[in-house]
């Protein structure tokens, strides 16, 4: 269909994070309206009010770029959702997850986890997804950290600002 239109490919958009307000609307209110609040009320209520402004112009710069996608998922209805805030009104809901049936100890590999340092009685746990401060990496290795689990391993799969946390107890691999 997209060739008969004379696209060569078919362009999908996944969303899975609140880019408008994850990135941009939280964090004005949060260095704007939050921060000052102990000062000032009337600071934090023009912060709060220029973050709402700012996570706005995000929403209709981020649902004109999906509007373009020929394809638009979510990973759940709540962000099927808040896409309609967005603009976008045709996605379609794709839940994240992990296939248990292909992921199971039953197929563990043993080269594999020697790869990476891991024996057969090591407890090897897996955090695969954007290495950024949203997704609150460095909360998960000091988790890790306090759990002290003797003959455990954690493993880092992604990309992202968060590249950069360097610490013993874990192992950064790369994607």
Same mark, same amino acid.
């Given at each position: ?20 307000? @994850?990135?941009?609307?939280?964090? =004005? !209110?949060?260095?704007? $309206? #939050? ?8 600071? %934090? &209520? ?59 100890? @039953?197929?563990?590999?043993?080269? =594999? !986890?020697?790869?990476? $340092? #891991? ?8 955090? %695969? &997804? ?46």
């Amino acid at each position: 269909e997209q060739r008969a239109r004379g696209k060569s490919c078919t362009v999908g958009g996944y969303f899975h994070t609140d880019l408008a307000g @994850a990135y941009f609307g939280e964090p =004005v !209110r949060r260095a704007l $309206g #939050a921060n000052v609040e102990s000062r000032s009320e009337i600071l %934090a &209520g023009i912060g709060t009010k220029v973050g709402d402004f700012v996570e706005a112009g995000a929403e209709v710069y981020f649902g004109a770029v999906f509007k373009r996608c020929d394809q638009m998922f979510a990973a759940s209805a709540v962000q099927a959702e808040r896409l309609t805030g967005y603009g976008v009104t045709s996605a379609r809901q794709v839940p994240l997850g992990v296939d248990v049936a292909r992921f199971c100890p @039953a197929r563990r590999s043993r080269h =594999v !986890r020697a790869l990476y $340092g #891991a024996g057969d009685d090591t407890l090897v746990l897996v955090y %695969a &997804g954007r290495l950024d401060r949203e997704k609150r990496v460095q909360m998960l290795v000091e988790a890790f950290k306090r759990l002290n689990l003797p003959n455990a391993k954690l493993l880092m799969l992604g990309e992202g600002p968060a590249r950069v946390l360097r610490d013993d107890a874990v192992q950064l691999l790369r994607i």
